[in-house]
C-alpha cells in the first residue's frame, strides 16, 4: 500500500514537471539584467545569435544558478541554458552567451563569456536545464521571448516582434544585423520602452546615458502633447515601442520604392504655429510611416494623429500598423521653414540635425549643386557661401555643408530638374528626412525651383599610348544587365532591348572615343560575356579592332562580374583564374567553386580576376578588383575590405617573390576613399603604389557620392611599372553628370554618362623604345618634380610650353618616364 502510494505520487509529481506553466516575473532588489539582444544576424542565426547581461546592482552574483533562454513555459520545447558551475559576475561585469565562440569572434573580435555549442575549449560550455525545456535556444526573427530564470524565478524577461507573452506591446522587430538594447541599461520598467533598436551592435559595452520613463498611454490622454515632448531631446524618442497620440499639420510626403518594386509612403506632421512646445532642443515634427497605403491627407490638413513610436534607421517614426490619422480641417498655415546652416564637422551634424527632424527646412537662397541628380529623383547642393567641390579622401573629411535634396517622389521624379556639379538652384524648402544615414531636405512643389544651367564642359582629348607603351583603364559599367531574368528576383534589374542597346552605345563611345581605345580595360559590373563580346563588337568602329574578352562567371547574388578587355595586336591572355580565399566571417556568400576548412567561409562575392598575359612579349599580370561595397554600413562593412586588401596583398607579395621585377597591375572599384585603411592597407608596403596619386588633388575622384567627390576607383602598380609611368589622367564625364544623359546618345550628350564611375587612364612604357605618350600633337612630356598644381576650378594638363611656362591644355596630367641619370 505505502509503495503503491509511492509510486502514485512519483507519477504525478513527473506528470507535474511535464506540464507547461507559464513563467511569471519575480520582483527582486537589483541584481542582473538582460541589456542587449542579437537574434537577427547577417549570417548564420544559429551560429551568431548572443544574448548580454549585467549585473546592475552592487554585489557579486553567483550565476551557477541561474538561466537564460527562450521558453516561456515550463516543460515546453524551446530553449533553457543553465550557466557554468562557479560562473560569478561582478557589479558593473557584462557577460556575453553565444551560440557559438568562433562566429561571434569572426564578427566582433573577441570571444565571448559563454557559448552554448561549443565550437572552442577556451570559452566555457553553458549547460542545458532540461526541468524547465527540452529543446534548442533559438530565437526567432518574427518574434519570440528571452527569459533570465534565478533556480524557478524570472528575474528579467522580455518579448519583442510578434511575441507578447511579458508586455504589450512588444519591443519592435528589428532588421538583419542590427541587435536590441536596454538604454539607459538600469532602466527597467517591465516595458518596450526599455528598449532600443542598435543598428551596430555593442556587445560588452553598456549605454548608461538616457531617459527611464514609466510607461504611459500617451494617445489616451485628455490633453495631447506637443510633438516635442514625443520626440524628446536626444538620439531616440522616450516613448520608443510605447501608443502616442498628438495633433498636427501635415507639410509634406515622401514616395519611395524599394529594389523589389515595392512602394512605401511617410506623412511628415508638425506642431501647428503656436503650439510647440518652445524647446529648441526637440523636433516640433515627425514622420508617419504608412507602409503601402497611399496617403488621405494632404499637406495643409490639420490632423489627430495616434499610433506607436518606432526607430527606423535612426528615423523616429510611428509604425503603419497602429496608425490611426484623422483629418480634422484643411488648407491650415503651415510652420515657418527653418534656414539650414550645418556645420563642416562631420561629428557635430548629428546634434545639428537632430532637433530639426521631420521639420520644414529650407535652404536660403541660391545653391550650387555638388552632386547631379540621380535616378532615385535627387541632388546635392551646398549654400553659395561654401560652394566648390568637396573632395574626401578619408572619412574624417568635413563634408557636413552639403544638404542632400528629394524629391517628393523617387518612383516619378516628374519634372524635378536634371541638374549636374555646377548647376545653381534656390527656392529649396520641405520637410527633413533622415534616410540611409543623412538628414536630406524632402523637396514638396517642384515649380517653386528655379535652375540656372551651366553649359557642359568640352570633352577632354584621351591619352593615346605611343610606340613601345601600353595604356590602362578601368570602368565600373553601372549595373550592366541583359533583358533576362536569371534569378526570379525583383532585385535583379532587367532591363529591355533598348535601354541595353543604348548602354551598349554609350561604353563603346567611353571605350573608343574618350579613352582612346587602352590597351587593358579592367571591367566590373558586368553580369554575362556576351555583353562584353557585344561591347567589344560596337567599340571595333573607333578602335579597328575587336577586343578579346577574359570572363569568368563569379560567385555574387546579384550575377555581377569582373572581366578584363584587351586589344588582340598587342596581348595575348596566358592564364584567368578567380582568385577566391577564405575567412573566419561568415559573409553568407556562396562559392561553390570555394574550399574552405571547418570555420572558415568565402572572402568575395566577387572573386579577384588573374589575368597573366604578355604586352608585345612582354610578361604583365593583372587583378581586376571589385571590393565589398559600403551597403549594410561603412563602418560594418570594413573589415572584409581589409580582409580583401590583405589578399591582394598576399598575392602581389608572392609573385615580387619569384620575380621582383614583375609588373603587376591591380586595379578596380575599391569602393574605399583614396586614404582609407583599405587603400593604405595596399600601398603602404611599398608593394603597389596608386599612379592616381599623381593627378591634382582637384581632380582626384572618380565617384560622386551624396555631394562628395571621392576616389573609390584605383590603378595600382608593382615597383617595375610605377618607374614606367609615362602619363596619367581621370576623364571626367561621368561623376558630375545627371543620370537623365544616360540615355541621351545624341552628339552632344553622347560623351557624358555611360555610367555613374568616371574613367581613369594610364599610360606605361615598356623596355626598348619610350616613345612620349601624346594627349595633343605637340605635348611635351613634364617630370612630376616641375609640374604645378592645377588652379581650383580648371580641368587641364600641364605641358612645359617656352621658357618652362605651364600651360592648361586639357584634363590630363603628363608625366616624364625616368631615364637614367635624369
Not at 527606423?312 to 546652416?341: H, K, N, R
Not at 545653391?367 to 549654400?383: D, E, H, W
Not at 524635378?416 to 533622415?434: E, S
Not at 553628370?737 to 555611360?754: F, Q, T
Amino acid at each position: 500500500m505505502n509503495m503503491f502510494r509511492f509510486v502514485f505520487l512519483g507519477l504525478v509529481l513527473g506528470w507535474l514537471l511535464v506540464l507547461p506553466v507559464s513563467a511569471q516575473p519575480v520582483a527582486g532588489p537589483p541584481g542582473v539584467l538582460i541589456t542587449e539582444v542579437y537574434y537577427n544576424t547577417p549570417g548564420s542565426d544559429g551560429d551568431e545569435e548572443w544574448i548580454e547581461i549585467a549585473n546592475v546592482g552592487t554585489a557579486v552574483i553567483d550565476l551557477s544558478d541561474y538561466k537564460i533562454g527562450d521558453e516561456e513555459l515550463i516543460g515546453g520545447r524551446e530553449g533553457m541554458k543553465r550557466f557554468p558551475e562557479g560562473a560569478l559576475i561582478e557589479p558593473g561585469q557584462v557577460v556575453i552567451v553565444a551560440q557559438t565562440a568562433v562566429a561571434f569572434r569572426a564578427r566582433f573580435g573577441f570571444n565571448p563569456d559563454f557559448e552554448i555549442r561549443d565550437t572552442d575549449a577556451r570559452v566555457p560550455d553553458m549547460r542545458p536545464f532540461l526541468v524547465w525545456a527540452s529543446g534548442d535556444l533559438a530565437l526567432a526573427n518574427d518574434g519570440d521571448e528571452v527569459l533570465l530564470v534565478e533556480k524557478t524565478a524570472v528575474r528579467d524577461s522580455l518579448n519583442y516582434g510578434d511575441a507578447l507573452t511579458f508586455f504589450r506591446p512588444a519591443i519592435n522587430g528589428v532588421f538583419s544585423g542590427q541587435s536590441i538594447e536596454r538604454v539607459p541599461a538600469t532602466c527597467d520598467t517591465n516595458s518596450a520602452g526599455d528598449w532600443l533598436p542598435r543598428e551596430q551592435p555593442t556587445p560588452g559595452q553598456l549605454t548608461l546615458e538616457g531617459d527611464c520613463l514609466p510607461p504611459v498611454d500617451l494617445a489616451a490622454a485628455e490633453n495631447l502633447p506637443p510633438i516635442g515632448t514625443i520626440q524628446g531631446s536626444g538620439e531616440f524618442s522616450p516613448y520608443v515601442n510605447q501608443m502616442v497620440a498628438f495633433r498636427g499639420v501635415v507639410t509634406g510626403v515622401y514616395e519611395d520604392r524599394n529594389t523589389r518594386g515595392t512602394t512605401y509612403y511617410t506623412l511628415f506632421v508638425q506642431d501647428a504655429p503656436g503650439a510647440e512646445d518652445g524647446d529648441p532642443a526637440t523636433a516640433d515634427g515627425v514622420a508617419l510611416f504608412l507602409g503601402r497605403k497611399r496617403p488621405l491627407a494632404h499637406i495643409g490638413d490639420q490632423v489627430r494623429v495616434s499610433g506607436l513610436v518606432t526607430e527606423f534607421f535612426g528615423l523616429t517614426e510611428l509604425d503603419a500598423d497602429a496608425l490611426e490619422i484623422v483629418v480634422e480641417a484643411s488648407d491650415q498655415p503651415l510652420p515657418a521653414p527653418i534656414f539650414l546652416d550645418p556645420p563642416a564637422d562631420n561629428a557635430a551634424l548629428a546634434a545639428y540635425f537632430e532637433p530639426l527632424e521631420a521639420m520644414r527646412v529650407m535652404v536660403d537662397g541660391a545653391a550650387q549643386v555638388v552632386g547631379p541628380t540621380f535616378s532615385g529623383c535627387g541632388f546635392a547642393i551646398a549654400r553659395p557661401e561654401t560652394a566648390g567641390r568637396f573632395l574626401r579622401q578619408s572619412a574624417a573629411d568635413p563634408i557636413g555643408r552639403i544638404i542632400p535634396i528629394l524629391h517628393t517622389s523617387d518612383v516619378d521624379c516628374g519634372d524635378f530638374p536634371n541638374v549636374k556639379t555646377g548647376d545653381v538652384v534656390a527656392g529649396l524648402v520641405g520637410p527633413l528626412i533622415y534616410h540611409f544615414d543623412q538628414f536630406k531636405l524632402v523637396h514638396q512643389q517642384t515649380a517653386d525651383l528655379q535652375v540656372t544651367a551651366v553649359p557642359l564642359p568640352p570633352i577632354p582629348a584621351p591619352l593615346r599610348a605611343g610606340p613601345g607603351q601600353f595604356s590602362v583603364s578601368t570602368i565600373n559599367l553601372e549595373n550592366h544587365f541583359d533583358a533576362i531574368d536569371d534569378t526570379g528576383d525583383d532585385a535583379e534589374p532587367k532591363p529591355d532591348l533598348t535601354d541595353i542597346g543604348l548602354k551598349q552605345m554609350k561604353l563603346a563611345a567611353a571605350i573608343g572615343r574618350t579613352l582612346g581605345c587602352p590597351t587593358l580595360v579592367g571591367i566590373q559590373e558586368v553580369e554575362k560575356a556576351s555583353l562584353l563580346v557585344g561591347l567589344a563588337e560596337e567599340t571595333a568602329v573607333a578602335c579597328g579592332f575587336v577586343y578579346d574578352v577574359t570572363h569568368l562567371e563569379s560567385a555574387d547574388a546579384r550575377g555581377i562580374d569582373v572581366a578584363l578587355l584587351s586589344d588582340p595586336n598587342r596581348v595575348q591572355v596566358q592564364a584567368a583564374n578567380l582568385r577566391q580565399t577564405c575567412t573566419g566571417m561568415d559573409l553568407g556568400i556562396v562559392d561553390e567553386t570555394a574550399v574552405c576548412p571547418a570555420g572558415q567561409f568565402p572572402l568575395f562575392s566577387r572573386a579577384p580576376l588573374q589575368v597573366d598575359l604578355t604586352i608585345d612579349g612582354q610578361p604583365v599580370t593583372i587583378f581586376v578588383n571589385h571590393f565589398k561595397s559600403k551597403l549594410g554600413g561603412e563602418a560594418e562593412t570594413e573589415p572584409q575590405r581589409l580582409a580583401q586588401a590583405a589578399h591582394i596583398n598576399a598575392l602581389v607579395a608572392a609573385q615580387l617573390a619569384a620575380n621582383p621585377e614583375a609588373r603587376l597591375v591591380a586595379l578596380g572599384d575599391f569602393n574605399d576613399y583614396e586614404l582609407s585603411p583599405t587603400l593604405l592597407a595596399l600601398t603602404e608596403n611599398g608593394r603597389l603604389a596608386s599612379v592616381l596619386a599623381q593627378v591634382p588633388l582637384a581632380e582626384r575622384y572618380s565617384y560622386v557620392y551624396g555631394g562628395a567627390a571621392q576616389l573609390i576607383d584605383n590603378l595600382l602598380v608593382s615597383p617595375a611599372l610605377a618607374d614606367g609611368l609615362a602619363a596619367v589622367t581621370i576623364q571626367h564625364v561621368n561623376a558630375d553628370y545627371p543620370d537623365s544623359l544616360s540615355r541621351d546618345v545624341s552628339a552632344a550628350g553622347l560623351p557624358y554618362k555611360s555610367t555613374d564611375h568616371d574613367l581613369p587612364l594610364a599610360i606605361f612604357g615598356l623596355p626598348g623604345v619610350m616613345a612620349e605618350a601624346t594627349a595633343v600633337p605637340t605635348a611635351t612630356l613634364l617630370p612630376p618634380a616641375v609640374a604645378p598644381a592645377a588652379a581650383p576650378g580648371m580641368r587641364g594638363v600641364w605641358v612645359a610650353g617656352a621658357g618652362g611656362v605651364a600651360t592648361a591644355v586639357l584634363l590630363v596630367v603628363v608625366l616624364a618616364r625616368r631615364r637614367q641619370g635624369g
